[in-house]
C-alpha cells in the first residue's frame, strides 16, 4: 500500500514541477465573434456532428446543458472553440439566465484571453454585438428533442 502511495505522490511532484512548462497563463485582450455553444456535445458527438449542434437544431439541448452546468464556449469562424470563464457583469456563471439568453446566438465579444494545456478561455467582458440565432438549420438536422425549435423559428 505504501509503494503505491510513494508512486502516486512522485507522479504528482513531477505533475506539479512540470505544469509551467505546459502552461501559458499570461492573458491578452481580444475580440472574437462566433456562436455560443454547448461544449459538451460540440466535443462529445454525442448528439451528431459539429454542424447538427449548433444553431437553432441544437438550441434547446444547448439551453439544458447550460442550465445543468455544462461549460459554455464561444465557437469562431474560425473553428476554435473558447470556454467561457465569466460573462460580463455576472459572478457565477451557473447561477445566472444571462448565458440562457445568449445561448446559440452569434456574438462579438471581447475579453482576456487565456491559453493553458492547449485550451482557450475567455473572460467575456463587454459583448459589443449579438446578431441572434443565425444557424438556421433545424430543418436539415431536426431538433433536439424533436419539435423544439426556438420560438422565434417555428
Avoid at 510513494?6 to 511532484?13: C, R, T
Avoid at 456562436?35 to 466535443?43: A, G, Q, R
Avoid at 448528439?47 to 461549460?71: F, K, N, Q, R, Y
Wanted: glycine fraction near 10%.
Amino acid at each position: 500500500m505504501f509503494e503505491r502511495l510513494g508512486a502516486f505522490l512522485a507522479v504528482v511532484s513531477m505533475a506539479m514541477f512540470a505544469q509551467p512548462a505546459f502552461a501559458n497563463t499570461s492573458a491578452k485582450l481580444i475580440e472574437i465573434k462566433g456562436e455560443v455553444i454547448d461544449t459538451w456535445c460540440y466535443f462529445s458527438g454525442v448528439m451528431g456532428g459539429e454542424d447538427a449542434v449548433i444553431g437553432s437544431a441544437h438550441h434547446t439541448c444547448a439551453l439544458w446543458c447550460a442550465a445543468g452546468g455544462i461549460p459554455v464556449g464561444v465557437l469562431t469562424e474560425e473553428g476554435e472553440v473558447f470556454m467561457v470563464l465569466k460573462y460580463q457583469g455576472e459572478d457565477v456563471l451557473e447561477k445566472t439566465d444571462t448565458l440562457m439568453e445568449v445561448q446559440s446566438d452569434i456574438i462579438t465579444a471581447k475579453g482576456m484571453h487565456y491559453v493553458r494545456d492547449g485550451v482557450n478561455y475567455i473572460v467575456v467582458e463587454n459583448v459589443i454585438a449579438n446578431d441572434g440565432i443565425q444557424v438556421l438549420n433545424h430543418e436539415d438536422y431536426g431538433s433536439v428533442p424533436p419539435n423544439s425549435f426556438p420560438k422565434n423559428y417555428q
